[in-house]
């Protein structure tokens, strides 16, 4: 969230240097800019420095000022919600890595209040991608799903079982507590939650949002800069050769 959440992200992987990290990092970056809207190839670059190989979205992935910019570059390695009924950016790509190719997706829950008035069905969307792949050899298979209501994240999860390395849900920026790899070999989380300020609602100050939901008044929200930061993740520990998970684990780690 934000420029907090960067930085949360940049201390993290830092300081993670010394030990052996993971093959590869990825990061959803719906809310990266400094407004917490979209995000740009500047920030996309500075996360790229940190050691973030690829980037996930969410709804408000094409609504930052440099969004679109971020898009038009058919090689950058991000990717908008698949269901979005949109002609910019790609909605999944498949990555060479040297475990070999991945595949990346990202999915916008049918319930997300901001969502525009028609997206296409996330299952739908889903299998469609999966059938185009079908012949493809994939190492591992990322399905990110960005949604507001935990029965969709959950059943997501469960239409995917063994089908997909993972489907990690999002988009409420509060972690869940139940990371897990389901019966067919998918790892799953209904939330992984977010990097931002601690103490903040979802990254924006909390008097600005208690005075407007007080009196009604329209305010703009304001990203909280200070104070300790939290940074949330899932390690995955994928096996190359079925293309499924072994492992889930969600890190949550507070930085001062
Ligand atoms: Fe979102």
Redesign the pocket.
Known sequence: MAEPGRRAVIQYLGDAKNRPGPDFVIAQV??ADDAGKGAGPKEIRELQEAGVDFFTG???SLLGKESEKLFAEPNVPAIRPANLKTEIGSGWKVVETKHGNILFASILGQT?S?NPAEIDNPLKTIDKILNVLSNQQLAASIINF?G?FSSEKRVFGYYLDSRASAVIG????VPTADAMVLPGGTAHITDVGMCGTLHSSLGVKTPVIAERWKFGKSSRNEIEQSGPLQFNAVLLDIDETTGLARSIEHIQRIIK
């Open positions: 719906e809310n969410g709804n408000h997300v901001s960005h507001d999002d988009h409420w920026h």
